[in-house]
């Protein structure tokens, strides 16, 4: 992990660029994927299986039988901690829930707005190196609360043709029942066309690797939306001598382990504290079971020393990370700075795996920059916004004259007719 001292803002995007996807060669694998999955339905899911999970599947949902063992084969300590954090994270997301607006913009006039739930959804969990159960909650706890008409679950099984027991429990825990053993790009193929045991879905939610990624941005071209474009995951900790380096060195590892194409990346005003983390994070290192893994990572990442806050700040709206861990004196102002993140971390005691396991916030974000445009997963991401809009009488009076005018004047005749002939009427009529 290299330090850079002082870098000029013309070099920023190149000195923190990151790990760039080869998308060409990535399509070329996937879009036959998806191909074969929309011509075969099932009998390329379990061909897809064998190849690449290396399983011969019976069935690709889910039975009874196997979501009843899944509650025995769990730790009840790891019982507790998916309620603990079902809890929280169900309160946060319940307390999104925004009320219908209703609003006479006019005498007359009455424009309405109500969520309706997207109706069918479907949650891609990964389950290989690392199966995350946490994304269960994460999706599966919004989409229930949002009132979604069907949840599909696909993950990958293990070579006994398996689902992790945490992934069960924490599925059964909340409600979803309709769970596919599929993972990858076929997945997403399933959802996106329907086969024989996967229901087609209007929406793709959930995180993966890069054909993973590429297959929900093909998706889109085929009428289903996805929760947002993603890159490896990411996290930025902005830090002054005011913080220990022990925890910054932990929490850059703490994304680094997530894959070998993920990055972090150090903000500080001093060269010093700069070296104490990175003398952290190489004895941090040593201990852990992913190390191979975050050690790959750390050679895409790097640190940034910097003399102002101004320029710090700029940097990290400029890079726009995922996860952005603010442990500096004047946390408050710096806060009130930040325009480009997908979730925010404040002082020393906020880890960033509290947000991604059981703090409330919800742990599906914006990677790879596009904090600038995209919002994480909320409530929101799992309904539509439906408007609605009521005329009087009275109204169309008060109105329509403004219409009209408008009309005409993009010479559109037929949408001032509609209002002329409906005014005449009311003239006619005396109402």
Known sequence: MNILVNPAPSTWKKELARPVFKTKDINKIVKPILRKVKRNGDKALYKFAHEYDHVDLDSLLVGQDELAEATS????????????????????????????????????????????????????????TAPLFSTVLMLGIPAKIAGCQEIVLCTPPNREGK????????????????????????????????????PQVDKIFGPGNQFVTAAKQIATKYGVAIDMPAGPSEVLVYADDSAIPSFVAADLLSQAEHGVDSQVVLVTHSEKFAKKALKEINKQLENLSRRDIAKKALTNSVAVVIQTQEDALALINDY???????????????????????????GNYTPESAGDYASGTNHTLP???????????????????????????????NLGPTVEVMAENELLDAHKNAVTIRLNYLKENNL
Do not use: W
């Not at 309160?91 to 607006?101: I, K, P, S, T, V």
């Not at 806060?335 to 404040?346: P, T």
């Open 73 to 128: 084969a769990l730790d009840p300590e790891l019982q507790v901690a998916i309620q603990t954090a079902k809890k929280n994270i169900e309160r946060f997301h319940q307390a999104q829930a925004g009320q219908e607006l209703i609003e006479e913009v006019m005498p007359g006039v009455i424009c309405r707005r109500k969520n309706v739930p997207i109706q069918r959804v479907g949650l891609y969990i990964p389950g290989g």
């Open 163 to 198: 689902v992790h027991p945490a992934i069960l429990f924490t599925a059964q825990l909340i409600g979803i029942t309709k769970i596919v053993k599929a993972g990858g790009a076929q997945a997403i193929a399933a959802l996106t066309f329907g086969t024989e045991s996967v």
């Open 320 to 346: 726009a990370p995922e996860h952005l861990i603010i442990a500096v004196k004047n946390e408050e102002e710096v806060v009130a700075g930040i325009i480009n993140a997908g979730s925010v971390f404040i």
């Open 367 to 397: 990677t790879y920059g596009y904090a600038r445009n995209y919002s994480g997963v909320s409530l929101d991401s799992f309904v539509k916004k439906i408007t609605y809009q009521k005329i009087s009488a009275e109204g169309l009076k």
